[in-house]
């Protein structure tokens, strides 16, 4: 079973900051935190990743609650082309990546 | 552009047939992954090689065999499939098993067709 847990679907309006919550309650000191997003007709596309401390790359910003059982992805200016199912992972070595169902954002123009 | 090539994208086969999926990534990855998605469901894990070896198999039934004939090249055979076998394949590449903090690399998938 999946260890994370996201809300279905989200909403924003396009160029606007969307924050995509996930709970992981029972995150162990080695876990990673992965997210990942899939557009339409393509395969996986991996966003970032963190372990304790908040994150910034070119595509997104991750921040990791203080007890690490949350997290929350943050695209800064949501644009129509970050409408997308997106993951957030629990990744262990030698685990097995188990996706949730994860968070499908739409994106109004 | 994906650095994971998949071939073919798009395969309808009949139940009797064999045919094979391929996978190819020139990132030096040593760990590859075979992935089934159902529409609007997530990927589930099927088959994990870690140096050319098979590492995991998710009790996958035999009618699906992979191999991994080098670092680069992941196969997909498949024989006698269902139609409940109908899905997307995805293929994926990571440096190595053993690191947490290492991405996966995923292609764009086949879409096969059982008839």
């Not at chain 1, 996201?6 to 709970?23: F, I, R, Y």
């Amino acid at each position: 079973d999946a260890k994370t847990t996201q809300p279905n679907s989200m909403e924003s309006n396009e160029e606007e900051p969307v924050h995509l919550p996930c709970n992981h309650s029972t995150i162990s000191g080695t876990d990673y935190i992965h997210w990942y997003r899939q557009l339409p007709s393509q395969g996986p596309e991996y966003v970032i990743h963190g372990l304790t401390s908040n994150v910034n790359n070119r595509m997104a910003s991750l921040a990791i609650a203080e007890d690490r059982k949350s997290s929350t992805l943050i695209l800064h200016r949501a644009t129509l082309r970050d409408a997308a199912v997106y993951y957030c992972i629990l990744k262990t070595s030698y685990d097995k990546v188990i996706f949730g169902p994860g968070t499908s954002l739409s994106v109004i123009p | 552009d994906t650095e994971v090539t998949q071939t073919p994208k798009h395969l309808v086969m009949g139940m009797t047939n064999k045919k094979s999926l391929k996978c190819e990534q020139h990132m030096g990855h040593r760990a590859m992954y075979w992935y089934k998605q159902k529409a609007k469901k997530p990927p589930e894990l099927m088959f994990v090689y870690s140096y050319e070896k098979l590492s995991i198999n998710e009790s996958v039934p035999s009618r699906f065999s992979p191999e991994c004939p080098n670092s680069s090249l992941l196969n997909l055979h498949l024989h006698a499939l269902q139609p409940e076998d109908s899905a997307l394949y995805l293929c994926a590449s990571s440096q190595e098993v053993v690191y947490s903090n290492q991405p996966q690399h995923f292609g764009d998938g086949t879409r096969l067709s059982i008839l």
